[in-house]
């Protein structure tokens, strides 16, 4: 019979104890307020003291670049050089005024000097590209004492490393295995609890134990990522029968919104352990799935979403109509799918404060792992979500116009910059129709001047 030593014995014991302590100070301090939606502060502490010390890591990195005349870079605060809005006709007739002396009734239809205009918006285009930029980590202006969101992480002095490996021992030896301790606690409570609802006949209680399921799931795993959300206008939270469409950054936009309302998701069948979880949910709510040979018939993705949101009884679906994440900065194209089946759309703007972690994913860069390791490992995930009001497609709008309008709206209130450009182009070239597009304007433009000089 094996008999520990009494050194032994004490160090099982300790070990049971600290086991015992750690696992009630998550139950009482995380898992049981978020199972309640309630906050006792802690993660409203912890962001303002790291606030106070990364403005101090800031000036101490400027000051000490300074002593060694170290040129620090600066990143636009927006991401982008800002132009005034111009048209190609306005463009072309300010490069004829410039270098022609002759009135500009007496111009030729077409002038050598229009290729300077194309020229000149290539060049343009090289060197300040509206899309690619859209697809890389923000650069911050001031030091999180993370190394991958900094450009100016080198060796500074003593007490700005050490400050440094302080912060990578936190986030990597006690923050990194919490955080897990608490995904998996939500992830495994999700597929338990809602097959256990599912087995339930449908009726009011099992909506109602399945809407708290979720909640609490969504909540407990907001908290495995130290998540500081700010939701602001609930009154206009989506509504049963409509559909919420939100500008993409990060997959956890999903549980930021599922954390503080009861949706039906949208979306590709998968394999593996998001696998397990879809056919989990889907026993307890009413998720709208499609297999892989079904998503691109968009015929069939359109009838399977007009019959959901015909059924007024049934949850508001989450729809994000640019079909790619985009990095915090910029709202890119919305797809014209969602706002052709005549339904009432919610817009919810989510705007990243990406001084605690950037939340963005770049997918052609990072694995889903490698990305939820850089999540877990970030000091925290704070954001901003406002609900807009209701939108519905007017009786003059095509379904591209209203998908506009709402983005519009969207990029507005989340101080987003508003593009026109597909997402899409994260992958592909730009499409023949784009370059089409400015061959018609500047055609219509000489055509145009022609006939008007005929008829006078």
Request: proline residues 4%.
């Amino acid at each position: 019979m094996f008999l520990l030593l009494p050194f032994d014995s004490l160090i099982v014991n300790l070990l049971g104890i600290s086991l015992t302590v750690l696992f009630t100070l998550l139950l009482v301090f995380i898992i049981v307020p978020a199972i309640f939606g309630v906050s006792f502060g802690i993660r409203k502490l912890y962001m303002k003291t790291l606030l106070k010390i990364f403005a101090w890591a800031t000036l101490r990195m400027e000051r000490g670049a300074k002593e060694k005349n170290h040129q620090l870079y600066k990143p636009y605060t927006n991401g982008i050089i800002a132009k005034d809005p111009t048209s190609l006709e306005e463009e072309i007739k300010e490069i004829r005024r410039s270098g022609s002396t002759k009135a500009l009734d007496n111009t030729p239809e077409f002038e050598l000097s229009d290729i300077f205009y194309f020229c000149r918006k290539g060049m343009e285009t090289i060197m300040d590209d509206e899309v690619t930029k859209r697809f890389s980590a923000e650069e911050l202006e001031s030091w999180n004492l993370l190394s991958r969101t900094n450009y100016n992480f080198q060796y500074i002095s003593l007490r700005l490393t050490v400050l440094w490996g302080l912060g990578v021992l936190i986030r990597y030896c006690f923050l990194l295995p919490l955080r897990i301790a608490l995904a998996f606690t939500g992830i495994s409570l999700l597929v338990v609890g809602t097959t256990m609802v599912g087995y339930l006949p449908n009726g009011r209680f099992k909506e109602f134990l399945s809407k708290h399921v979720h909640l609490m799931c969504y909540r407990i795993c907001v908290r495995a990522l130290t998540a500081i959300i700010t939701y602001h206008d609930r009154k206009n939270r989506p509504k049963n029968g409509g559909i919420c469409v939100a500008n993409h950054t990060s997959p956890i936009d999903v549980i930021i919104l599922a954390s503080d309302g009861y949706y039906a998701m949208v979306g590709q069948v998968h394999g593996g352990l998001m696998g397990v979880i879809q056919r989990a949910v889907v026993k307890a709510c009413p998720h709208v799935w499609f297999e892989r040979s079904e998503v691109k018939d968009r015929h069939l993705v359109a009838k399977r979403l007009t019959e959901h949101v015909r059924d007024k009884s049934k949850l508001p679906i989450l729809i994000f109509p640019e079909g790619t994440c985009i990095n915090n900065t910029s709202v890119m194209m919305f797809k014209k799918g969602s706002f052709e089946i005549g339904a009432t759309v919610y817009p919810v703007a989510i705007k990243y404060d990406p001084q605690f972690g950037d939340a963005f994913w770049n997918s052609s860069k990072y694995g889903m792992v490698t990305y939820l390791l850089r999540m877990m490992t970030s000091w925290a995930i704070v954001c901003s979500v406002w609900y807009l009001p209701p939108m519905t497609r007017e009786t003059d709008e095509d379904a591209v116009q209203f998908a506009n309008r709402v983005k519009s709206a969207i990029a507005r209130q989340g101080g987003l910059v508003d593009l026109l450009w597909d997402g899409g182009l994260k992958r592909e070239k730009v499409k023949d129709t784009f370059k089409e597009e400015q061959q018609k304007l500047y055609s219509k433009m000489i055509v145009g001047n022609h006939e008007d000089r005929s008829r006078s």
